[in-house]
């Protein structure tokens, strides 16, 4: 008989449940002053995660809780400067950073649960910050 092993209930991002087609959910992981602040999107039977983070300005996407996506909910929307993401790859195709993408970060789909893989770091860290390091 296989062994279940047991959610690493730190990791858990939200019930897949929590997601309707084509929504979003901010989430917040880690501990210290810069946590790995976080959101996930359904795409289809998918789920998306990336970092809350424009590669324009490196500001958050969202001003208001949960909110990603544009009005007919294709998109992912940086409501700072009005950049549209691909759902299904953060790549950038409209806006101050056309061409960029957003940090994707590794999950599983665990028991109905979206769960943060090991091998993410929740130290909420730029990539060209720290390879600059």
Known sequence: MPTQTALDLERVICR???LDDGGS?????????WPLRGFVVR???????????????????????????????TLILCHS????????????VAGPCAGR?????????DSGYVVLSESARLEDVDPVEAAGS
């Open 43 to 73: 795409v289809r039977d998918e789920v998306r995660a990336y970092v809350n983070r424009c590669p324009h300005a490196r500001h958050p996407l969202n001003l208001r809780p949960h909110d990603f996506l544009t009005a007919d909910r």
């Open 25 to 33: 959910r901010a989430f917040t992981m880690g501990t210290g002053p």
């Open 101 to 109: 993408s957003l940090t994707q970060l590794p999950i599983t789909i």
């Open 16 to 18: 897949v449940a929590d």
């Open 81 to 92: 400067h009005g950049a549209l993401f691909e759902k299904e790859s953060g790549y950038c």
